[in-house]
């Protein structure tokens, strides 16, 4: 993420009038830089490497700010767009899919997704006969990772290695950054620094709430109920923090909570 842009003062441009091309502003406009500090004040350090430009609208391979100024998009939205800004076939297909309020359906069939499915796997190449949908690049790579584990390991037990080019870009999550992120960017990310509680049988399950310091924020000390201990003993000062999301139908309430720890 190499582009980032700290520093805001707006430089004086050559103004540019081309076929596709239009500057008309310094850069970043002035105009942007009150939108761009306020985005920059809710989001976190991982989304700094956009440059300083205010996307306004965009259409085929073109993008506009708001104050005159239209550029090429070389980067086609980050490839979500290689099809094109705003192409009619994929908005009238988006538009179809709202007006149906077909918009949600995790857990069950629909025939939309299977005419998809159909669809990708006829154009895809030879003895790939199944396909599944995603919403992202990092997913489809955390699944594919996954894939390759599970063919080593029908080959040989110890066949889990999988190749990939130091410091490349392969997504957010943490199977992603493993295989490419540089250096301790996952440090100390294993099997053995993940802790599993035995969830006590349903009826009887309790969670415990802590409080350290002074502060409102509670964290999670265990689950305890009938014989099982109150509290885990492994979290301790080297846990980093709690993610309490009991499978559905465990417990009786369910819950869902990330507690912070030390
Ligand atoms: C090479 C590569 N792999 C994976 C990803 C992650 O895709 P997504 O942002 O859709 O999760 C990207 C996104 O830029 C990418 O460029």
Redesign the pocket.
């Known amino acids: 993420m190499a582009l980032h842009v700290s520093d805001l003062t707006p430089v004086t441009t050559q103004p540019v009038n081309t076929r596709f091309r239009r500057i008309v502003t310094p850069l970043p406009a002035p105009q942007s830089i009150a939108e761009i500090e306020r985005l920059r004040r809710f989001e976190p350090q991982s989304m700094a490497g956009m440059p300083p430009i205010l996307w306004d609208g965009a259409a085929n391979f073109l993008v506009r700010d708001p104050y005159g100024n239209q550029w090429i998009d070389l980067s086609s939205g980050?490839?979500?767009a290689n099809v094109g800004h705003a192409n009619p076939d994929v908005m009238a297909a988006i538009g179809r899919q709202l007006d149906a309020k077909r918009i949600f359906s995790y857990a069950f069939s629909t025939q939309i997704r299977r005419e998809l499915l159909e669809r990708l796997v006829k154009v895809a190449p030879e003895g790939l006969d199944k396909a599944i949908l995603f919403s992202?690049?990092?997913?489809?790579?955390e699944c594919a990772l996954s894939l390759m584990r599970k063919h080593g390991l029908q080959i040989a037990p110890d066949k889990l290695g999988i190749l990939s080019f130091e410091s490349?870009?392969?997504?957010?999550t943490l199977a992603?950054k493993l295989a490419g992120g540089p250096p301790g960017i996952v440090d100390g990310f294993q099997r053995e620094s993940l802790f599993h509680w035995q969830l006590p049988p349903a009826r009887r399950a309790r969670f415990a709430w802590i409080r350290r310091g002074s502060g409102r924020a509670r964290h999670p000390a265990g689950i305890g109920g009938g014989d099982h201990p109150r509290v885990d003993p492994r979290l301790d000062d080297h846990t980093a923090s709690g993610a309490l999301h009991p499978p559905v139908g465990r417990v009786g309430r369910s819950k869902q909570r990330a507690g912070g720890g030390r």
């Open positions: 980050i490839v979500v992202s690049g990092t997913e489809a790579n490349s870009y392969h997504g957010r992603a």
